[in-house]
């Protein structure tokens, strides 16, 4: 892997820490200093004002807008939709003497910006050195509240350190906001009225015409105001403070936000309005200091349950708790109307779409952490199993084809080679109902909605796929898998791998149910019109599968064809030319046996417990030279896979760049925004990895190693209701519950009853490092 | 094939006529009745002005603009060039007692329309009965002069049948010509003067700054002109003429108009301004009757070597000869800088861009029947080289990669499935230079321009190939065929056997001039820089060229792994979805073992000899089946083989077809404009096919057949300086030389010196039926 870290923040195991501003990245510390809480998310832009380069980024999860796509086909699509870019509601401006902050132009010292995990807040703070030689201490804070979706806080504190006199601030809400990827600003605003101490706007998208209302009020202390002028513009709805503030005293100016944002196209303006002021109304009169506290204590109930702990590696115990934030930032499972964002709520890369990352990279995080939010997500796709199914038609087939890439459920993906040739997102999305269904066992859920969505999967799949004429075996013809470097092609082996899984699993739930849930059964059939023949015709595809597997060497091919791809030693392509999408001709990166991901190696990790130990080894030392990483989601899966045939450093490598993905900005786009579902891999990388953690087997099965740089580690899992706690030093394993009734755990394959007390066991290091 | 003629146009030998207007056909007559001269063209669209349905066209030669393409990556274009819609020269409004005459609303009566091969005009003629009783004969004649590139001309007469009185006639030049495929007007008026009985103005459009000088002349005979009026407006330059006409007495209203084109960026306007009038100099005071006998004399002595004479079948006979007028209405080699579009000078479909279809299908018209034309179109491509070797470079690659779609040779094709997977243009190309060097012989043309683009052709296909890993072979991964059923694919069969042909005659042609032009070979390998071990390693590539072809059966497969594409029963399909493109998901048409046009059956009729009558049979049995012809381009190929191989009845059934593809509309789309390009493979059915011509083999062979349904039938071919005609009947044939020297040609397998008595032979039916 061709990656280098970005040393350039400090290293706290509950922070992240920037000592001075650097301009250049501004942008990257935007992203990193994001805060969230699944409703929306802000960038950490300087919310004063910033005349350098800056995405000033505001984000609320579901809202949308669409633009046309050029050139369409039958079957591909004709508009696409994007998260866009909304309310700046932490909008100020701070003037002195007529001199206004800005750092771009601004002098000032003593910059400092902590993102903290345990409060839940950015902080900022700064010596402004004005012209006239006035010395003003500066600090801003915000949060995103966790426990009240729609409530975003602010506070401004403002110490002179050489004079005493006035200072102007100008507070309040923005909806001029630029889309910066559309160049262009999308909202209007369609109502605008004060409030008691603030003012209340209900903003409109140009073409979706979905709406937001926004609303702040302001609360000073310890300065003197003296004067309030509102502010009513075009797009802007803000307060003018004439504050008068007294050397060495601070003065606070707090700003409580909400936001409540409306996608339904049904309802008038005025609903929209007046159920927007009733949410106003349920946090009116809270203080900045109650949020603060709120979100701190919110997020002490997190650490409690889902914290990993890394003695002896300062820099991956602050990536990993870095990334465990982001994953509660990103998605908690409020709300099961909404996805998660390749870049989350923090930038408009990707154009906030949801992708099979979701099931597939982010799922096992919260079925061991909130399976609450396990749960939303498969409900998301419920939800839209209308769209998939209306798309399946567009292209066709019968059944549920789930979109590559929505915001909505419907597909926003423009490149037909994507949306129309990768079918992955309908077996991922079975495989997380297969997951969900083993860990958390919602027969509820299951039996009503997840098998109706099963058996909507399955016709697509029976459906997109044809007989081979030659080999008389079922398979898919014109179809990319997860590895996007071999870009058309026919029997891909993670694709029929998964269809034949998907049959099956369709089939088995049925039979359970036949038993389980009778009536229930005859429910999702009449609605479905499900047909016997159609559970024979899919037993007889799954039978008839082609999986290319060699005897001989144990390697199952990519597709067909793939072993006589020609040959690129992948370490003779110089680093300048990576990333290869921006200096490789697009044809060209699709003709050599170079894989940007892990596909065969993808399914075996999967299905692990299905794969001997030779097996894998052998398909990951045929597949893993070959592979360039282009994807974030790559390393931690080979991580995974090194860590159980014993290549340790290896793992150990492959392991780091996951976690610190960000933080170093390895792959030198972290200024468009995090790599949020890749960093979800970040989790499976210590807890499938290093923890040995399958899930896929009969039971939960444990297996810790320990990187020989760690003094000691330990994670969390919920697992049937009880936390259990993982601790691993150098000698021993002790896993014990923490909370709640014991459970039944493998561990090093002896499957034993865990209670409080737990069990301590010594670390088998041979066991792991034998191999090698 | 599920095709169906629209019978509609009066059937006749020497012309097209249409008798009554049948509004819902205008833009198919407009496109039948369009004229050209290479130079320019228009459609035969209703000059009057016509508020119905009507695509008012008028083209120039190279004459562009420019769009910009969404969404690209490295090695896909960034902008397309398109054959912009132009002036219309043809302006006029007839208006009588404030009545103006539109086809769309006016009543009429008589109204006939005849496209004349003969004259080369298009005369149009009505009675319009006005509200208030009056009835006037008018008539529109048309040409665009076969002499004088730059001249059109018009006559308009008015003949009163009922009264006396004044009729309004407005004629000029309109720029305000709306480009519909864009839905935009792209000119813009930079200048505009009076002249003598006319004006001209000069036009600039709006991204690429292209100019058009138009002007015209005006000449009334019959009538009393009441009053003459300029008519100035922003894009319209015209003349108010106020006519008084005498009851049963023709006035006629002449116009002449000149249009100078300028693709150049570095002249100035006045410069092009002068350099436009210079031209309307030299055809200064020429008359329309003056143009319209000069017209009838270039076509006499058009159809005097170029012919086809068919007796019996009238319906055919219509049909070719408006193929070979359309030929040469489109490209008859006065400008080396001009290619033949997709759809010619008629209509915007495939935005006036030229594709593989000038080499293959078009260079045999013009090397058998105007062999300067087919030289100029290989110095197109030398012109465009420098163009192809930038798009080498910027798909990564040596040498030149010709453009698969190009209006000035540089891509224009924004798919890049297509302009980055289909190779097969340079192959094209080096097939028409080899292809002219054995008709025309032209060496000086071959020892400097060839031979320069044959290295460069051949240093591309070395850099684009690749080695199988596990074949050991050479061959082109991720590649479309011409068979655009088959999107992405290895090893292409006829992609592999073109290259593999030409990398043989690249070091052929130098093996040539090392004895016959040293000095030539010396110059060439300076300028190219062209080194012995590409030569080398062309000889290897081609002996390790990977060429699928199974023994067993005699089968070459299209591409790795077709034959085990899913098969599909293409007459299975029901006529209703046909074009598939328009009822298929996109990606579904690329599954099946179906082909849109012929791909291996290509290679075997443009190196004909090289394969035994059992290797075409097998293989046309097996691919005939499978292709549904969605090309144009398709079924004169398969009538030629059918021929070949005796499948007399599918030969006639296809080249009916290719005959009157337009004439009948059978693709539904000649609306749009006409399949120039496939309607050259309509002469290639007749000589080829019936013909039984053979040109790739050891000097010129025929084998003339006859269909059932024909009496007669003979063609022309000007080889070696000479014309040949070969006739033939029921019973025999008779080949001789009717122009110039004897020459030597094989029939049915003899070498025979033909000279002006000829030889007669009887048809030896057996001979081709046998094989049935």
């Known amino acids: 892997m061709a990656k280098i870290a970005d040393k350039y923040l400090q290293v706290d195991p509950w922070s992240v820490v920037e000592e001075g501003f650097d301009p250049e990245r501004n942008r990257v510390s935007e992203s990193i200093f994001a805060l969230g809480n699944e409703y929306m998310g802000v960038r950490g832009y300087p919310e004063e004002g910033y005349s350098g380069d800056t995405l000033l980024g505001s984000y609320f999860n579901g809202l949308y807008e669409e633009m046309p796509v050029q050139g369409h086909y039958r079957g591909t699509i004709r508009s696409l939709r994007f998260m866009v870019n909304a309310v700046d509601w932490l909008y100020t401006r701070i003037t002195v003497d007529g001199e206004q902050l800005d750092l771009a132009q601004s002098r000032f010292s003593g910059f400092r910006r902590v993102l903290d995990f345990r409060k839940g807040t950015v902080h900022r703070e700064l010596v402004w050195h004005l012209n006239d030689g006035k010395e003003l201490k500066v600090t801003f804070e915000r949060l995103v509240s966790m426990k009240r979706s729609h409530v975003g806080g602010q506070r401004i504190t403002l110490t002179p350190l050489n004079f005493s006199g006035t200072v102007q601030v100008r507070s309040g809400l923005d909806f001029a906001t630029l889309h910066e990827d559309q160049g262009r600003r999308f909202w209007a605003v369609i109502r605008q009225e004060r409030t008691l101490n603030g003012a209340a706007m209900l903003g409109k998208t140009a073409n979706t ?33 004439t504050l008068h503030v007294e050397l060495g005293q601070t003065t606070i100016v707090d700003k409580v936000a909400v936001n409540a ?53 300062p820099e991956n115990q602050q990536g990993i708790r870095f990334c465990i934030f982001q994953m509660y930032q990103t998605y908690h499972g409020d709300n099961p109307g909404f996805n998660i964002g390749a870049k989350g709520l923090t930038g408009e890369a990707y154009r906030g779409l949801a992708f099979w990352d979701t099931e597939t990279y982010c799922l096992p995080f919260y079925l061991f ?33 789930y979109p590559i890439a929505t915001i909505d459920g419907t597909e926003s993906c423009d490149l037909w080679q994507h949306s129309n040739l990768q079918l992955h997102v309908g077996t991922a999305v079975a495989h997380g109902l297969w997951h969900y269904d083993r860990i958390v066992g919602d027969k509820p859920f299951l039996y009503e909605k997840g098998i109706e969505m099963l058996i909507q999967i399955s016709r697509f799949y029976a459906t997109r796929g044809q007989w081979g004429q030659k080999s008389g075996q079922y398979g898919y013809f014109g179809v990319m898998g997860p590895d996007e470097f071999q870009l058309m092609v026919n029997n891909n082996c993670y694709i029929n791998l998964m269809a034949k899984k998907l049959f099956e699993y369709t089939r088995s739930v049925v039979e359970e ?57 992948i370490h003779s392509i110089p680093v300048t030319e990576f990333p290869l999408y921006s200096h490789w001709s697009y044809d060209r990166l699709y003709r050599y046996d170079m894989i940007k991901q892990p596909d065969v190696l993808m399914f075996m990790f999967l299905y692990n417990s299905e794969y001997s130990p030779e097996a894998k080894r052998a398909n990951y030392e045929y597949y893993e030279p070959r592979c360039i990483h282009e994807s974030s989601l790559s390393p931690s899966i080979h991580s995974i ?8 450093e290896e793992a150990y490598n492959f392991f780091e760049f996951a976690t610190r993905l960000d933080l170093d900005n390895y792959n030198r786009n972290t200024r468009e925004g995090l790599h949020t579902t890749s960093i979800a891999a970040a989790w499976m990388n210590i807890v499938y990895g290093f923890g040995g953690m399958r899930s896929d087997g009969d039971g939960l099965a444990l297996a810790p190693s320990i990187p020989q740089a760690w003094d000691e580690y330990s994670f969390n899992m919920t697992y049937q209701g009880s936390v259990v706690e993982v601790k691993v030093d150098q000698r021993q394993v002790h896993v014990r519950v923490t909370e709640g009734d014991s459970v039944r755990i493998q561990v090093y394959g002896e499957t034993t009853e865990i209670t ?17």
Chains 1, 2 share one sequence.
């Not at 999986?547 to 690129?568: C, K």
């Open 641 to 648: 896979l090194a860590a159980e045939i014993g290549r340790r």
């Open 369 to 401: 952490n909130n399976p609450k939010a396990a749960k939303s997500l498969l409900e998301f796709r419920y939800r839209s199993l209308d769209h998939a199914m209306e798309r399946a038609r567009e292209v066709d087939c019968e059944g549920a084809f």
């Open 756 to 772: 409080n007390a737990g069990i301590q066991l010594p670390v088998p290091a041979a066991a792991v490092t034998a191999a090698e």
């Open 513 to 569: 149910m036949k038993a389980a849930a009778p009536q229930e059964l005859e429910a999702v059939t009449a609605k479905t019109g499900l047909r016997e023949e159609e559970l024979d015709n899919w037993a007889h595809l799954a039978a008839n599968m082609k999986i290319l597997y060699d005897e001989e060497t144990g390697l199952y091919e990519e597709h067909d064809g793939f072993f006589d791809m020609p040959h690129i030693d």
């Open 209 to 241: 015409g979905n709406r937001l209302l926004s609303a702040y009020t302001l609360q000073v202390e310890g300065g003197i105001v003296l004067g309030s002028e509102p502010v009513e513009q075009e797009h802007l709805a803000g307060t003018d403070l």
């Open 261 to 313: 944002a409306n996608v339904s196209a049904e309802e008038s303006d005025s609903a929209v309005w007046d159920q927007g002021m009733a949410l106003l109304g349920q946090s009116d009169g809270i203080s900045y200091d109650e949020l603060r506290l709120e979100q701190a204590a919110y997020w002490e109930e997190i650490w409690r349950t889902s914290d990993i702990r890394i003695e002896g590696d």
